[in-house]
Nanobody, 124 residues
Framework: QVQLVESGGGLVQAGGSLRLSCAAS????????MGWFRQAPGKEREFVAA????????YYTDSVKGRFTISRDNAKNTVYLQMNSLRPEDTAVYYC?????????????????WGQGTQVTVSS
């Protein structure tokens, strides 16, 4: 069992930055691939970024490439999402998730555990 708690969301102006954190419970954090997803009002949840468990290989959706960076600190059981050059269209609830298999990291149904989400609002 893994429990995930996101933090770091908030209100920021367009062009600004935020860093989201996701703290995981349990001693098996390093064995999970970790992902960030987001859901805007009236829209489906979408993939944002993911990081493999050991290799640290990262994946991004096209709209955030070059602006967002996912990273993890296995010693702290934490995954981060550094978000720069934020745009109003980045406004959403952001969720972190843990995937034991790590085979289809862009697919939300592959993930085993989810956090409660943190709101990110970008004003124009």
């Amino acid at each position: 069992q893994v429990q995930l708690v996101e933090s770091g969301g908030g209100l920021v102006q367009a062009g600004g930055s935020l860093r989201l954190s996701c703290a995981a419970s349990g001693r098996t954090f390093s064995t999970y691939a970790m992902g960030w997803f987001r859901q805007a009002p009236g829209k489906e949840r979408e993939f944002v970024a993911a990081i493999k468990r050991n290799s640290g290989t990262t994946y991004y959706t096209d709209s955030v490439k070059g602006r967002f960076t996912i990273s993890r600190d296995n010693a702290k059981n934490t995954v981060y999402l550094q978000m720069n050059s934020l745009r109003p269209e980045d406004t959403a609830v952001y969720y972190c998730a843990a995937d034991q298999d790590g085979l289809r990291v862009r697919v939300s149904s592959s993930y085993d555990y989810w956090g409660q989400g943190t709101q990110v609002t970008v004003s124009s």
